[in-house]
């Protein structure tokens, strides 16, 4: 397998596809900033660059708040993006505004996940669908409602439908609507969010037949954002894997599924339950939840929770299990660092009563009581427990690190590409001087 | 050789069903018409065992859930001939110990049943039939008095202690009875409900109340089942977070449910749920609300818990790739009826019924070809009693005879007991004509008068 780094940006971009449609390059949008007092953003997409090819189905997946939401309206600049461009046929539409950004809308719709929400009740179906139209002026009145009859049989429902209200109507009929409505001006390209999520599996595969139908005939383009993999390896040509605004993983559907090469990709793939109860396949549960984007990690974005993370040299030869134990301490500590302590817990933490932190040395005897622990670990764990103590997480952590941290949380890694050219991965892992991560993979969980 | 691999918990005769459910029947009147939510179902749980209730929404997974917790609301109502048994010996011998009124000793009545003259009797409006028996010899008097028919026997109303083997008088001599959970209500309800059975929720925010610590709600249950209080109750709380996987549980206790994520708000519910040492566990879709990963977690979990305490689990969901990891023994459900019930494995590698056909073909991954297979139309809203298959109209195989009889729930094939499908066109080795024939004497003569 061939693993080259790409450097710098400038490389990405010279990479880039002669049909590429949109092309997406640093992109970064951040909620909550430059407030009244400062404070820190919410770092929901960070700087994720990929292309989006004419025609082609791109999916985007990752778990709930990794940003590939944010992402998908960033897009359609129903978001403003912090920095980095959207280049759509070599227009930065983050620039533009008023007609053009108007104009732009016609071309570039979105299908939301929940049908109950997306469409008003209080119109008919007609008028929900004609709105696009009314907006943008299209055409005559008359005209207009020829057109939506047709949509309505286009999507599989009926023209006597116009006059009828959404309530009266199935989920999956009201995702039809949904997207009736998305078609309305013709648009080039469809950003489908969690389509769906919200319907049942026999329903949810004929939206899904219906949607391969459409961009056949339509020649549309479709980022299809969702958290069920398995439809995302049905529909899509190509797929990115998303961490806490971080692009982990983008590569063709059935190579990046018959053979993942970033731990994260590997994690998730692993945890869809298979509808084959006899399958032994053996499961890589990740501990704990993606951390807060507010205050991403250092490093990697994965590093916290990443089952094939870079151990320091010193201690490769420690039982998989401590390192479990070690890293549960490291996110604790972080956690704790975070909790504020109010007014109450302060006095009673002065007059030497238990908080609601439990002791310290409680914390111990839970990790490590039961474990053997070697004495250069142990050694380290003492300064951390002393830090730790005097409620001095900072200093705990900066301990931690000093001494189990590697690569993994002290860098940010660079994409590699595995496997052919398109296929890139987001870890250290991927560099000559490690082991790759399924390598790591079969020898730590099987 | 499949049947094998999973584990010797399958196997049947492990244990006495903990639970049995018979002729399940809940509908909600309303003032345009009744429906028929929960339809003729009937299936066991037994110790250790995960039961998987998989449907598309709408065909009565939750009602089915509800009922047994008894938490079915006006204007909806579990129809009289409906059964859920709880056979829990120790709840039995704590139940006639506490309720010596509400008790009844079986063997004292057995004397005076005789099936054939109480089904004759004009007072009786109930027919074997209705209790899924052909001929009155062969129903039990279990069956009877379960069922809410047992006053012409002299069971009073409030009673729902049945004592089958042992003397009421004397609860720990009692070995065999069940409790009645469609005739609890009061305290005896309140025991049951949280204390016995335990339900964890689809959304764990609509089900942990946002003003109160976490803590303070795993301590309400602790204080109502087990009189825990103060201290000792934050000690139990704390250690419950523990088992259910939340680290630093300490401080945990006193947080509130924002300030958990997801997925430890989910499990802050199932510590709830397992407060009161429960012997059985209903999960209401516990994990759609969750991400792959996270629902991997607690799928994990919920396999640990129950290995620890042999706990009896009943898993709902739709999504069928979660039904095959956990569960053992699968029930599908379509508009209400239970139409085919097998064991895990079975039931993914040999589907027998057209819509558990339909409902695999229609996971991404598993259809062969390039489209997905889809089945058209949507889920009928029961209303009316079944006079036919409820699945015919949407059915690829669907012969005139499907829109005339409604199909019993028959074995597959001839001796297999442990996989049963409502289709017309089972049992298999039958020809289709025959077959039809068999379900239609049933269906004749069961032709249910109004049980309302």
Redesign the interface.
């Known amino acids: 397998m061939s693993q080259q780094t790409i450097h710098s940006d400038a490389d990405v971009s010279t990479d880039s596809d002669e049909d590429a449609m949109i092309s997406v390059r640093n992109l970064k949008t951040y909620y909550d900033e430059g407030g009244l007092l400062g404070g820190t953003p919410v770092k929901a997409v960070d700087d994720v660059s990929f292309d989006i090819r004419s025609g082609e189905t791109l999916g985007l997946v990752g778990?709930?708040g990794c940003g590939k939401t944010t992402l998908g309206r960033t897009l359609l600049q129903l978001e403003e993006a912090t920095a980095g461009d959207v280049l759509f046929d070599g227009v930065d539409v983050t620039k533009l505004d008023g007609s053009e950004l108007q104009e732009w809308r016609r071309n570039a719709q979105m299908v939301f996940q929940d049908p109950e929400s997306s469409l008003n009740d209080r119109m008919t179906i007609g008028e929900i669908v004609r709105e696009p139209l009314d907006v943008h002026d299209w055409k005559t009145p008359r005209e207009r409602r020829q057109r939506v009859k047709e949509l309505l049989a286009t999507v599989g429902l009926q023209r006597e439908h116009y006059y009828r209200y959404p309530h009266q109507f199935?989920?999956?009929q009201r995702q039809r609507i949904s997207i009736a409505r998305t078609l309305s001006l013709e648009p080039d390209f469809v950003v489908l969010d969690e389509p769906v999520s919200a319907l049942?599996?026999?329903?949810?595969?004929?939206i899904?037949?219906l949607l391969?139908d459409l961009q056949a005939e339509f020649g549309l383009t479709y980022l299809f954002i969702a958290?069920d993999?398995?439809?995302v390896?049905?529909?899509c040509d190509r797929v990115a894997v998303m961490y806490l605004g971080n692009v982990m993983e983008i590569g063709p559907t059935e190579e990046l599924f018959a053979n993942p090469s970033n731990p994260y990709t590997h994690?998730?793939l692993?945890?869809?339950?298979?509808?084959?109860?006899?399958?032994?396949r053996e499961?890589i549960?990740?501990?704990g939840?993606p951390p807060n984007p507010r205050y991403p990690p250092s490093g990697c974005p994965f590093s916290t929770r990443c089952p094939t993370r870079i151990r320091p040299e010193e201690f490769r030869a420690l039982d998989d299990e401590l390192w479990t134990r070690l890293n549960?301490l490291k996110?604790?500590l972080s956690?704790?660092k975070r909790?504020e302590l109010s007014v109450r817990e302060r006095v009673r933490a002065a007059v030497g009563k238990d908080t609601?932190?439990?002791s310290i040395e409680?914390?111990y005897d839970?990790l490590f009581g039961d474990l053997e622990v070697p004495p250069d670990v142990q050694s380290a764990l003492d300064e951390i427990e002393t830090h730790a103590r005097n409620r001095d997480e900072d200093e705990a952590l900066a301990v931690y690190h000093d001494a189990f941290g590697s690569v993994c949380e002290a860098e940010t890694p660079e994409y590699y590409s595995t496997g052919d050219g398109e296929h890139r991965s987001y870890c250290h892992r991927h560099d000559e001087g490690y082991r790759s991560p399924g390598a790591v993979l079969d020898r730590r969980h099987r | 050789m499949m049947s094998l691999e999973r584990s010797p918990r399958t196997t049947a005769e492990r244990d006495e069903p903990i639970l049995e459910v018979r002729n399940l029947q809940t509908a909600f009147f309303t003032e345009k018409e009744t429906i028929r939510a929960v339809d003729d179902v009937s299936f066991d749980i037994r110790p250790g065992e995960t039961v998987g209730i998989v449907g598309e929404s709408g065909s009565g997974k939750s009602v089915t859930a509800r009922s047994i917790m008894g938490l079915v609301d006006s204007p909806g109502r579990i129809l009289q001939g409906s059964s859920i048994r709880f056979g829990h010996v120790e709840t039995v011998r704590e139940y006639a110990e506490a309720f010596p009124n509400r008790t009844v000793d079986l063997e004292s009545l057995r004397a005076e049943y005789d099936p054939n003259d109480f089904f004759a009797r004009a007072a009786v409006d109930v027919r074997p039939t209705d209790l899924g028996y052909e001929r009155a010899d062969d129903v039990p008097l279990e069956d009877v008095v379960a069922a809410g028919y047992g006053d012409a026997l002299g069971v009073g109303d409030g009673d729902c202690v049945f004592v089958t083997d042992g003397s009421p008088e004397s609860p720990s001599s009692i070995a065999d009875g069940f409790v009645e959970l469609t005739r609890l209500d009061g305290e005896a309800q309140r025991r049951m409900r949280g204390g016995r059975i335990a339900m964890v929720f689809q959304d764990p925010l609509t089900s942990l109340n946002p003003v109160y610590t976490v803590g303070n709600q795993i301590k309400e249950a602790l204080r109502l089942h087990q009189g825990l209080r103060g201290e000792a109750a934050t000690r139990e709380a704390a250690e419950l977070l523990e088992d259910v996987g939340i680290p630093d549980a300490r401080r945990r206790v006193n947080e509130y449910p924002h300030q958990f994520s997801g997925g430890m708000r989910q499990r802050a519910v199932i510590a709830m749920a397992l407060a009161c040492e429960p012997e059985l566990l209903i999960c209401d879709e516990p994990t759609t609300a969750l991400d792959v990963t996270i629902q991997a977690q607690i799928l994990d979990l919920l396999a640990e818990l129950q290995e620890e305490r042999d706990l009896a689990m009943m898993f709902i969901t739709h999504d069928m790739g979660v039904i095959a990891e956990i569960s053992h023994r699968v029930n599908v459900m379509y508009a209400g009826e239970v139409v085919e019930t097998a064991g895990v494995n079975d039931l993914f590698a040999d589907p027998k019924h057209p819509y558990t056909r339909g409902l695999l073909q229609s996971i991404p991954g598993r259809q062969e070809g390039d489209r997905l297979q889809t089945i058209e139309g949507n889920v009928p809203t029961p209303n009316q009693p079944a006079t036919h298959c409820r699945f015919a109209p949407r059915c690829p195989k669907a012969f005139a005879d499907c829109e005339a009889v409604h199909p019993a729930s028959v074995p597959v094939e001839e001796g297999a007991t442990d996989h049963t499908a409502a289709c017309l066109l089972y049992p298999e080795e039958l020809p289709t004509a025959e077959a039809v024939a068999r379900h239609r004497r049933r269906a004749d003569t069961e032709t249910r008068g109004d049980t309302e």
């Open positions: 778990e709930s199935s989920g999956g049942d599996v026999s329903v949810q595969a004929e899904i037949n391969e958290h993999l398995s439809v390896r049905h529909i994690s998730l692993s945890a869809i339950p298979e509808p084959d109860p006899t399958s032994d499961r549960t990740l501990h939840t549960a996110n604790t956690e704790r909790a609601r932190f439990g409680e914390l839970d």
